[in-house]
């Protein structure tokens, strides 16, 4: 997949692949900034937490960029 973000200064190849992973019975999730995020005790909490995440991420994406102008 070939794919740019708005933060990004140049285009690069993106492989999807599922974010979520289990280790020992436990749910974690990667990030494109190369975290492992969790223990979650069940898929759908690391699936929730993920969506949770990416909202912490554009909430401050948008309070850097005001912070700029």
């Given amino acids: 997949m070939f794919?740019?973000?708005s933060s990004?200064?140049?285009?690069s190849t993106h492989y999807r692949s599922d974010?979520?992973?289990?280790v020992n019975?436990?749910?974690f999730f990667s990030?494109?900034?190369?975290?492992l995020e969790?223990?979650?005790?069940?898929?759908?909490?690391?699936?929730?937490?993920?969506m949770q995440y990416?909202?912490?991420m554009q909430q401050a994406s948008g309070l850097f960029a005001r912070?700029?102008?």
């Fill in 54 to 56: 990416i909202a912490r």
């Fill in 3 to 5: 794919g740019q973000r």
């Fill in 38 to 50: 969790g223990p979650y005790f069940t898929r759908f909490d690391a699936e929730r937490e993920v």
């Fill in 19 to 22: 974010r979520i992973s289990a």
């Fill in 8 to 11: 990004d200064t140049q285009s």
């Fill in 25 to 27: 019975g436990q749910y």
């Fill in 31 to 35: 990030t494109r900034e190369g975290t």
């Fill in 67 to 69: 912070a700029a102008r």
